[in-house]
C-alpha cells in the first residue's frame, strides 16, 4: 500500500490530534534550540577567557555567565516539560481515536465476518499495531519537523556569523547524517518488518489457542509438539529480526562517527580561516562547540524512520481491516418498522460462501412464510444451512439473491438498530462476559428490574441455581462463563434472550447442551412467549421438542425439501421428518 494514503488516512482519522501535536513539535524546537544556547554561552565564555589569558580581551563577567547558564537551564526543562506533556497527551489521545475507530468499523462487520477472523490477530492489531501507530503522531513527526528546522537556523547562523565554508561543511554533515544514512537497507528493512509483524500476529494466535486449549494439549499429550511450533514462530520471527538489524548496525555505527569527524573537519577548516586573518578564535570556537549537538536533532530521524516502518507495517494491518466491506450495510434512508408482532416472509433466498474449493452453495431458493405471532422450526443435517438461515435473519449477512421481509419490510430497507433490536438470537455457543450474572442479563435489557431478571432465569431453568447461590444474581461467571457449566453457560444466554422480551425470538439449538427435563421447562417458556403473540423461529436438534410447532421446515444440502405441521410430515412414512424421528427414537432405545 502506498505510504502517502496510508499518511493521509492517519492523519484524517486522527485529525483531533493535529493542535496538540503543532504544540509539542514547537516546543521540541524551543527545547534543542535551548541546548544549542547553553554550548554557545559557554563557547562564548571559554572563548573570552582564552582572549584574554593572552593579553587581547577581558574575561567574561562570572555571575552574568552563571546567570545565564541557570537560566538556560530551567528554561530548557520547562520546554522538555512542555514537550512531553503535549506530546504524551497527542499519544494518549491518539490511542484513542484509533480504537475507537477501529472498534466501529469492526462492529458493522459483526458477527459474521469476525468468523473468518482469527481472534489473537485481532486482539494484536486491537492493542500492538495500534500501539506502533501511535509512534506516527508522538514519535516521528515533531522530531521530523526539528529534524528540518533546527539545522536550518543553525547552518543559518553559521553562516551569518562565521563563514560560509563553515555552514557548508556543516550542513553537508547534517544532511548525510540526517537524511542520507537513513536510507541505507531502507527496502530490506521494509520488507523485514513487515515480516516481522506478521510474526508477532501468529504468535499471538498461537499463545492465544494454546492457552484456550490447554486441556485438550495436555489430554492428548501434544504439549512438547505445540511448544515446537512456538519455537519455530519464534525462529521465524528472529529471522525477520536479524535482516533489520543487520542494516541498523551499519546506521548506527556511521551515526556515531560522522557528527565527531565533521566536528574535527570544521575545526580544521576554521583554522586555516583563523591563521588567514578572516575568521576569529572564539567565533571558531562556538562554532565547534555547537556542531556536535547540532546533530542531534538530525540523528533522531534514523530512530524514527525505523519505527516508522513498525509504524506503516501495523497502520497497514489495521487500514485493511477497517476498510473491510461490512457484511450487511446500513440503508441511507431507512423505514420503520412495523408495530406489533412481525411475520418473516424468505422469498428465494440463496446464499453461496467461499471455501478452499471454490464457491459453496449453502442456501439455494428458499421460499418460508411465517406469519405474525407464530411459530417455526427448521430442522436438519449438519450443514444443512440452517444456522445461515438465522444469521439472515439478524442481518449478520446479507443473501446473494432473493429478499427477506419483516413485518412487510425488506430487511434491507430497515435499520440494523431497529431490525436487530425487535429480535433476540441465541446461538448454541453464545459469549458469555467476564463478569456477574447480573451483567450478562443487563446487556439484554439495561432497564430490567431484579424481579423481572428472576423471572428470565426462572424460564430459562436458573431460578433454583440463582436461589441457592450465596451471591444469587451478583454470582461471578468467570472468564467465557468458565465458573459454570455448559449447559448453565447456555441457559444464561437464555434467560438473557427471554429478559429482552423482543417480538422474535430466535433459538439456533440454543437448547442443545440441556438435559431432557431442562429443555422441556425451556420449551414450556417458549410456548408461552408463542401464545403471547411473539414470533418463534427454532432451529432444533431434537424433533421431540418442536413437535408443538406451528410450522416445521426441513433443510437438506441448502434446500428446502419438507415445509408442514409436524403432524402432517410425520405422517409422510418416506419423508425426511418422519426419518429423523424414527431415527431419534431408536437412538433413545439404544
Avoid at 555552514?167 to 540526517?178: E, H, K, M, N, S
Avoid at 527496502?187 to 494466535?205: L, M, P, V
Avoid at 497497514?316 to 408495530?339: C, D, F, N, S, V
Wanted: net charge neutral; aromatic share 6%; glycine share 10%.
Amino acid at each position: 500500500m502506498k505510504r502517502r494514503v496510508l499518511i493521509g488516512w492517519l492523519l484524517h482519522t486522527c485529525r483531533d490530534v493535529l493542535a496538540p501535536l503543532s504544540i509539542a513539535s514547537l516546543l521540541g524546537i524551543a527545547h534543542k534550540l535551548s541546548n544549542l544556547a547553553l554550548y554557545l554561552v559557554a563557547g562564548i565564555a571559554v572563548g573570552a577567557g582564552a582572549e584574554a589569558l593572552l593579553g587581547n580581551g577581558t574575561p567574561p563577567a562570572f555571575l552574568p555567565l552563571l546567570g545565564w547558564l541557570i537560566g538556560l537551564s530551567l528554561l530548557k526543562g520547562v520546554l522538555r516539560y512542555g514537550e512531553q506533556y503535549f506530546g504524551h497527551k497527542v499519544a494518549f489521545k491518539a490511542l484513542a481515536l484509533l480504537r475507537n475507530k477501529l472498534y466501529a468499523a469492526l462492529a458493522p462487520q459483526a458477527p459474521f465476518n469476525a468468523r473468518s477472523r482469527a481472534s489473537g490477530d485481532m486482539l494484536t492489531r486491537a492493542t500492538r499495531d495500534i500501539d506502533r501507530v501511535e509512534v506516527f503522531f508522538a514519535h516521528t513527526i515533531p522530531p521530523l519537523v526539528s529534524a528540518l528546522i533546527v539545522p536550518l537556523i543553525i547552518v543559518c547562523g553559521v553562516g551569518f556569523y562565521a563563514s560560509a565554508a563553515l555552514a557548508g561543511v556543516l550542513a553537508a554533515g547534517l544532511v548525510i547524517t540526517g537524511f542520507i544514512v537513513p536510507l541505507i537497507g531502507l527496502g530490506r528493512t521494509r520488507g523485514a518488518t513487515q515480516a516481522a509483524t506478521q510474526e508477532r500476529a501468529y504468535i499471538t494466535q498461537h499463545v492465544s489457542e494454546s492457552v484456550r486449549a490447554t486441556g485438550p494439549l495436555v489430554a492428548f499429550g501434544y504439549g512438547t509438539a505445540r511448544a515446537a511450533e512456538m519455537a519455530g514462530l519464534d525462529v521465524e520471527l528472529g529471522t525477520a529480526l536479524a535482516h533489520s538489524a543487520a542494516a541498523a548496525s551499519w546506521r548506527a555505527a556511521l551515526k556515531a562517527i560522522l557528527p565527531w569527524g565533521f566536528a574535527v573537519l570544521i575545526l580544521l577548516v576554521g583554522l586555516e580561516q583563523v591563521a588567514a586573518g578572516t575568521l576569529e578564535f572564539g567565533v571558531l570556537l562556538c562554532v565547534v562547540l555547537i556542531s556536535v549537538p547540532a546533530f542531534g536533532p538530525v540523528l533522531e530521524v534514523d530512530g524514527f524512520v525505523s519505527g516508522l516502518q513498525d509504524s506503516f507495517a501495523s497502520a497497514e494491518r489495521l487500514y485493511t481491516m477497517m476498510h473491510a466491506q461490512p457484511a450487511a450495510l446500513e440503508p441511507r434512508t431507512p423505514i420503520k418498522l412495523a408495530a406489533g408482532s412481525l411475520g418473516i416472509d424468505i422469498e428465494q433466498v440463496s446464499v453461496s460462501l467461499a471455501s478452499e474449493t471454490g464457491s459453496n452453495t449453502v442456501l439455494d431458493s428458499i421460499d418460508l412464510v411465517v406469519p405474525a405471532g407464530s411459530s417455526l422450526a427448521v430442522v436438519g443435517g449438519s450443514g444443512s444451512g440452517k444456522s445461515t438461515l438465522a444469521a439472515l435473519l439478524v442481518r449478520a449477512m446479507d443473501p446473494d439473491s432473493g429478499v427477506i421481509r419483516v413485518g412487510g419490510s425488506d430487511v434491507r430497507e430497515l435499520a440494523l438498530k431497529d431490525l436487530r433490536g425487535a429480535m433476540a438470537m441465541v446461538s448454541q455457543r453464545d459469549h458469555l462476559m467476564r463478569g456477574t450474572l447480573r451483567s450478562n442479563l443487563l446487556l439484554a435489557n439495561p432497564q430490567a428490574t431484579d424481579e423481572q431478571l428472576r423471572t428470565a432465569c426462572q424460564c430459562a431453568g436458573l431460578g433454583d441455581w440463582v436461589a441457592k447461590m450465596p451471591r444469587g444474581l451478583d454470582s461471578a461467571l468467570g472468564e467465557r462463563g468458565a465458573k459454570i457449566s455448559g449447559g448453565q453457560a447456555q441457559r444464561v444466554a437464555l434467560a438473557r434472550a427471554f429478559v429482552k422480551d423482543s417480538r422474535v425470538l430466535i433459538l439456533d439449538e440454543a437448547t442443545s447442551a440441556l438435559d431432557i427435563h431442562i429443555e422441556e421447562l425451556v420449551m414450556k417458556s417458549v410456548r408461552e412467549m408463542a401464545a403471547a403473540g411473539k414470533t418463534i423461529i427454532i432451529i432444533a436438534h431434537r424433533m421431540r421438542t418442536i413437535r408443538w410447532v406451528d410450522q416445521l421446515a426441513v433443510l437438506e444440502a441448502g434446500r428446502l425439501v419438507e415445509n408442514g405441521t409436524p403432524r402432517a410430515l410425520a405422517q409422510i412414512a418416506e419423508g425426511r421428518f418422519a426419518a429423523l424421528l424414527r431415527r431419534e427414537q431408536e437412538s433413545l432405545e439404544d
